[in-house]
């Protein structure tokens, strides 16, 4: 019995509580709600951006006027097919083309901002105006790149693999600095998988025929041992492809003298004789009854200096050899010298 009354007697107290309540709620001023501040301008975070078909960015609303108004906008785009936008300023661009994507303010319609999109076709392939060429030391030309297909972006860059023997700037331009080979590789900015490349050939420049004093056939032969120096082995296995005519190229000690040859005279072409009054620095004198060649580095009197080629399965500068002691072993000179 003293339950069931307990029990009575907490439902009303809590009808009480429940009523008291509704009544004071009733009576409660009412909360007064603010009315959003109206947005006068708006700014995105782009103006203007480029995208390739595939990509996306996000715009956002970057500032607000006044401060303290909403920076809830609404996005819409003028060409579904280039580019779409969602609810959250997501652009996704579609095709190659240009659209326009606006935002306006949610409270004050009037209030717009846009960002114009241009739309590019993804690279698929580069083409150069040449896939080899060959220079001349000093020479250049002008790389040039088409991108394909022609809606995609057609920005390129240039790299040389070594830059001592050729080098390009960032319009295509290439110049050959010194003899020997290396690849010019252009690669799409835009999709940097895709590449081409193109083979350089540098050979050695034509010596004007005005500047061949011996001083300077001799500084341009000197200039060689840095790469065939002192005691470098050079057999009759070693073969060189000489530019002086006559022959087509040389083994062992001929193929070294012919490539001292090209190092002074470029691409002019020899003759050969016998005279051996008129030898000079930078001929080639065949000597040891024609089993022997040697290129002249000076001529001192009756004394010759020279570099030779597989002098003991080597290569050796400055020997010296008496001219009317060896005299009688010459069998012919090829010089280069035009007159």
Known sequence: MKRQQFRNFKKVVAAFIILALV?????????????????????????????TVGKSITLKVKSVTPKNASKAVTWKTSNKKVATVNSKGKVT???????????????????????????????????????????????????????????????????????????????????????????????????NKVSTTCKITVQQAAVPTGTLTPKKVYASIIAMKSKYPEGMPWTNDNFYAWKGG?????????????????????????????????????????????????IILAIDGDTLTIAEGNFNSSIHWGRKLSISESKSSWTYVLTRYPD
Request: aromatic share 6%; net charge positive; glycine share 6%.
């Open 246 to 294: 006559i022959y087509y190229g040389g083994y062992g000690c001929a193929g070294f003298a012919f490539a001292m040859s090209d190092a002074a005279f470029g691409e002019l072409p020899a003759k050969k004789h016998t005279d051996f009054s008129k030898i000079r620095v930078g001929d080639i004198l065949r000597i040891n009854n024609d089993t022997h060649s040697v």
């Open 23 to 51: 009544v004071t709620g009733l009576y409660m001023n009412p909360v007064e709600t603010q009315a959003a501040v109206k947005a006068t301008k708006i700014t995105l975070n782009a103006k203007s951006r480029e995208l």
């Open 93 to 191: 661009a579609k095709k190659a083309g240009s659209a326009t994507i606006t935002a306006v303010s949610k409270t004050n319609k009037k209030v717009t901002a846009t960002c114009k999109i241009k739309v590019y076709a993804k690279v698929n392939k580069i083409t150069l105006n040449y896939t080899s060429k060959k220079l001349k030391e000093g020479e250049s030309f002008t790389l040039k790149a088409t991108v394909s297909p022609k809606k995609a972006k057609q920005d390129v860059t240039y790299r040389s693999a070594d830059t001592t023997v050729a080098t390009v700037n960032s319009n295509g331009k290439v110049t050959a600095k010194k003899t020997g080979s290396t690849t010019i590789t252009v690669t799409s900015k835009d999709n």
